[in-house]
T-cell receptor, first 112, second 112 residues
Framework: GQQLNQSPQSMFIQEGEDVSMNCTSS?????WLWYKQEPGEGPVLLIA?????ELTSNGRLTAQFGITRKDSFLNISASIPSDVGIYFC????????????FGTGTLLAVQP | DGGITQSPKYLFRKEGQNVTLSCEQN?????MYWYRQDPGQGLRLIYY???????QKGDIAEGYSVSREKKESFPLTVTSAQKNPTAFYLC???????????FGNGTRLTVT
């Protein structure tokens, strides 16, 4: 089946550092979504990307839709303690399958 | 406030009992979804519904059943046929099938 590889699996950083995570696949996607999930809560949508090459920001977060349509990255600048959580990517395939596939998540821990 | 409400937050059941998880949304979204989340795995789709009175199996539908009698409501029944029912269950909705998903805060089901 289609798979989405998300890396890194976890990151432990100091407050103020920049963070980068990415998702790659052998499949082509026509939408990339990035979510953040805090313990015991549901994922919250951070950024949605719809076109190859698209670069979108949401405050300190920036995400890009890869040119090949097989990858996406999320950057967080100047991390703060409340950035702690699990970040998920999700890619939607197009055409008849029209499936949303989730990555396995990146756990981010920020030390004050 | 518009949103997706899942209840209860925690649910405990004995093996062999059916249990129904509630999901209500007041976002006027057409599509609704049920996902299962297990540690270290991406979200896996159980069932989805694009319109009232219609629903489709997802990737892991065995042992689950749903109904969509009202636009706002999409309850999930975990039956005794589900081999490993203990998990975190997430309900989501979207304006339409291709739109980004918005999630509820989940129900943690423990079956002993």
């Amino acid at each position: 089946g289609q798979q989405l590889n998300q890396s890194p699996q976890s990151m432990f950083i100091q407050e103020g550092e920049d963070v980068s995570m990415n998702c790659t696949s052998s499949s082509i996607f026509n939408t990339w979504l990035w979510y953040k999930q805090e313990p015991g809560e549901g994922p919250v949508l951070l950024i949605a990307l719809y076109k190859a090459g698209e670069l979108t920001s949401n405050g300190r977060l920036t995400a890009q839709f890869g040119i090949t349509r097989k990858d996406s990255f999320l950057n967080i600048s100047a991390s703060i303690p409340s950035d702690v959580g699990i970040y998920f990517c999700a890619g939607r395939t197009g055409g008849a399958t029209n499936k949303l596939i989730f990555g396995t998540g990146t756990l981010l821990a920020v030390q004050p | 406030d518009g949103g997706i409400t899942q209840s209860p937050k925690y649910l405990f059941r004995k093996e062999g009992q059916n249990v129904t998880l509630s999901c209500e949304q007041n976002l006027n979204h057409d599509a609704m979804y049920w996902y299962r989340q297990d540690p270290g795995q991406g979200l896996r789709l159980i069932y989805y519904s694009q319109i009232v009175n219609d629903f489709q199996k997802g990737d892991i539908a065995e042992g689950y059943s749903v109904s969509r009698e009202k636009k706002e409501s999409f309850p999930l029944t975990v039956t005794s046929a589900q081999k490993n029912p203990t998990a975190f269950y997430l309900c989501a909705s979207s304006i339409q099938r291709d739109s980004p998903l918005h999630f509820g805060n989940g129900t943690r089901l423990t079956v002993t």
